[in-house]
């Protein structure tokens, strides 16, 4: 099957540069504010979002890394939890802490996030960033800044590649 570029580098760049934006206007600036980025993609968003926000107000946002492995519903096999499931120098109780993916689905990676983050923690406020939104809920979750929304077909895959671990960035539709 053929793929659509939806997003190419440049507009991917724009997307970030505007969630980041959204996200310190959200939380009327930086004060307080962590970014929790979804293994594996999630976790480069998250990051090129930091560095945006340093960008647009010279204060480095702790930024760390989610691995929900142990909280998936979706996989017949369960891990055991982990004594973190998040990676992250900073505390986050009492922080606005916003989870950071790159494609929004049936929502199922958003509950595993929770369950992860709640388990260890307890957030001012949590929030819910990601890069694509293509539908198909199959839980009441809904994000809080996305980069683009794209109806899907359920057979059709959302593919996000990103520079840090693939041969481009692009998303695309296949």
Not at 1 to 28: F, G, P, Q, W
Not at 94 to 102: A, L, Q, S
């Amino acid at each position: 099957m053929a793929e659509r570029i939806i997003l190419d580098e440049s507009a991917i760049n724009r997307t970030v540069t505007r969630i980041a934006h959204e996200i310190l206007e959200y939380n009327k600036g930086s004060e307080n504010l962590v970014l929790l980025g979804v293994k594996t993609r999630g976790e480069f968003l998250a990051q090129r979002i930091q560095q945006k926000i340093q960008q647009i107000e010279s204060v480095n946002v702790p930024t760390g890394t989610l691995d929900i492995t142990s909280f998936r519903d979706d996989v017949a096999s369960r891990h055991t939890v982990n004594d973190k499931t998040y990676m992250i120098d900073a505390d986050i109780n009492n922080r606005v802490v916003i989870i950071v993916d790159d494609v929004l689905y049936t929502g199922r990676t958003v509950r595993a996030s929770l369950d992860a983050i709640l388990l260890h923690s307890r957030p001012k406020k949590i929030g819910l960033a990601t890069l694509v939104d293509r539908g198909h809920r199959e839980l009441p979750i809904r994000a809080d800044f996305v980069g683009k929304n794209i109806p899907t077909a359920h057979e059709e895959s959302v593919n996000v590649y990103l520079s840090e671990i693939d041969d481009r960035n692009a998303v695309v539709i296949t």
